[in-house]
């Protein structure tokens, strides 16, 4: 009877302990430990990607051509445009009969060099500005731009003489642009000529003060390609340009 009455209260507080340890894993949770998608949280949003920046372009005004002698003259380029350059130096553009102008004045009383780049479809040029004045070509390759020409330095004269403006206009004729020389005028300005036969010309800017060598201030001041890169050994033969990062030049709407 005992025996009986024992194994009972034994079976009872089994049971009793099983019912304790089931309730106990289970906790609070009355969800399934293999969730479907559907209730998983939702993933944390990503962020929308940046869009790519829009070509700069520049609807260049009309005005009187001015004087090509190195100095940005008061009156001769109040039409013109004035961009910044990336440390807030003046880029001038002026459009006149078959011409684009460009001006540039840098923030600084040193003297100053320049370089144009010239996007001529298949060919890109690059009008150099220093003491003498030269072109260099690049033609398009699969993925990089190679030199087809170097520079050939002319217009090293820095007075109006009738020799020097001479060669300046066989220099205007040949290669289709001009400058004053960097001796020439105001030496933290720079004045340019260039032959312009179409509506549009993409191009792209730089100047070098005569103090850093290596360091070239962009324009358009995005510009990201070797237009800026220190060239401390000359050109190399090999270039690679961010065209979509050029400016566009635009005289479609300017007074002819």
Not at 62 to 77: A, L, M, N, Y
Not at 108 to 124: A, Q, S
């Amino acid at each position: 009877m005992k025996s009986s009455m024992l194994k009972r209260i034994l079976l009872i507080v089994l049971v009793l302990l099983i019912l304790i340890l089931t309730l106990g894993c289970r906790g609070d949770d009355t969800s399934s430990i293999f969730e479907t998608p559907a209730t998983l949280p939702p993933a944390p949003l990503t962020e929308t990607p940046a869009p790519l920046t829009q070509q700069h372009t520049i609807t260049v005004p009309w005005g009187q051509p001015p004087v090509i002698d190195g100095t940005i003259s008061p009156g001769e380029w109040d039409n013109a445009i004035v961009e910044p350059f990336a440390d807030g130096s003046e880029l001038f553009l002026m459009f006149s009969e078959g011409y684009l102008y460009l001006g540039i004045r840098a923030n600084t009383p040193e003297m100053i060099i320049g370089n144009i780049f010239v996007d001529h479809g298949d060919e890109i040029a690059i009008l150099h500005t220093s003491a003498a004045l030269g072109t260099a070509l690049y033609k398009q390759g699969m993925d990089s731009w190679q030199q087809t020409q170097g520079f050939v330095w002319r217009c090293r004269s820095t007075d109006n003489s009738e020799t020097s403006q001479s060669e300046r206009d066989a220099f205007l004729d040949e290669e289709h642009w001009v400058a004053a020389n960097a001796r020439m005028g105001t030496p933290n300005e720079l004045e340019y000529q260039i032959e312009m036969s179409d509506e549009t010309l993409r191009l792209a800017v730089n100047f070098i003060r005569a103090s850093n060598p290596n360091e070239k201030i962009p324009w358009p001041t995005g510009l990201d390609d070797d237009c800026i890169k220190p060239t401390p050994g000359g050109l190399p033969e090999e270039l690679y340009f961010s065209l979509d990062r050029w400016a566009i030049i635009d005289i479609s709407d300017t007074e002819r």
